[in-house]
């Protein structure tokens, strides 16, 4: 692993790749991005459904028994235990963040996306926690405006690269099927969601890094399988070409409600694994990354249900501590990214 400090020289990515990230962004509303050219500044988001801090519990706690070097390199010993308060190293930060937001029950995925989202604390609004699709309230709040949107808004590019599947899109259509907090924010924001075909040509992330679920569960064998570096090499790649790149990782939560701990301790290796390319190959002069939950689960697998504890958010790039030092619950999240990317723009240079 190459945790290099800024002013060092990454490959920029080639004009042909460019390109087609931006061809593949385009949909019925037009793409803003800087005159054409890449951002000056630009953010990669990894968000990771139920993952909190937790205890030093070797029984229940996977993190324990999960060989993550990256993040260790990045944060120190222990950086995932709950108790700890914030943690800063010379490359990055993490900062315990409330997801409960002073409102009873717990936190559940609609309402906790749609507070990191937006900046706005969605379950006092709609009086409780929701999940895991948004309701009707939750939805319009998503649409009134969301990270996605206001990165667009101010002259910025943004990109969620999950691609979906057929039936995805055909569920949504017939009604069978309610948009999750994530896509929704990006199509209300004018974003194009992409697809399979995105996927084979290099231009989208797997949800699973690596691609092989869209094989072995999906039925489509033509699907190219990255090792988790080179998945996180496309992402650093991606995050050149745009001011916000995001990437959601939904299985964490669903390992966490089957209590499957083998499972958690080879997801958690896995994502350490893509961390690792993404730092091997980043943009230090000009790219940040941010890494956060909704609320936590896995850290916890002695219980089958969502916990009540704080998740991490860890900021890793230049700002890493100025970026994290704003955050302390899920709605600090959208107006931390969004005043750094601001603080960027090209109109604000000196």
């Known amino acids: 692993m190459n945790l290099a400090p800024p002013g060092h020289q990454v490959a920029p990515s080639s004009a042909k790749y460019t390109s087609e990230v931006e061809k593949g962004n385009r949909g019925a509303a037009e793409v803003l991005v800087y005159n054409g050219e890449m951002s000056p500044r630009h953010l990669l988001f990894i968000f990771l459904d139920g993952v909190g801090l937790g205890k030093a519990d070797a029984v229940r706690n996977p993190f324990c028994a999960a060989h993550m070097p990256t993040l260790t390199e990045l944060l ?163 995050a050149r070409s745009h001011s916000l790149v995001f990437l959601e990782h939904w299985p964490t939560d669903i390992i966490g409600h089957r209590k499957e701990f083998r499972q958690a301790v080879e997801a958690l290796d896995r994502f350490d694994r893509v961390l690792a390319g993404v730092v091997d190959t980043w943009d230090w002069e000009a790219g940040s990354i941010i890494i956060t939950s909704d609320h936590g689960n896995i850290e916890d697998l002695g219980v089958r249900t969502h916990t009540l504890n704080a998740v991490p958010t860890v900021a890793v790039g230049q700002d890493h501590e100025q970026l994290a030092a704003q955050i302390g619950s899920l709605p600090d999240i959208a107006p931390a990214v969004l005043g750094l990317l601001r603080e960027c723009r090209p109109d604000r240079q000196p």
């Open 76 to 238: 120190g010993e222990g950086w995932f235990l709950a108790g700890r308060g914030r943690v800063t190293g010379p490359m990055a930060s993490l900062a315990p963040t409330d997801a409960c937001l002073g409102v009873p029950g717990r936190p559940q995925s609609a309402t906790g996306q749609a507070a990191l989202l937006t900046g706005r604390n969605v379950p006092a609004e709609v009086g409780g926690h929701f999940g895991p699709k948004p309701t009707p309230a939750i939805a319009s709040i998503l649409r009134s405006g969301n990270l996605f949107s206001q990165t667009r808004a101010e002259g910025g590019s943004a990109i969620l690269l999950n691609p979906y599947p057929p039936q995805f899109f055909e569920g949504i259509k017939s009604g069978r099927r309610l948009m999750p907090a994530i896509p929704l924010a990006a199509r209300a924001a004018g974003i194009r969601l992409l697809t399979h075909e995105d996927l084979v040509a290099g231009r989208a992330v797997s949800p699973d890094f690596t691609g092989e679920g869209w094989r072995e569960r999906l039925g489509r064998p033509e699907t190219p399988v990255l090792s988790p570096w080179e998945a996180g090499e496309r992402l650093a790649a991606v």
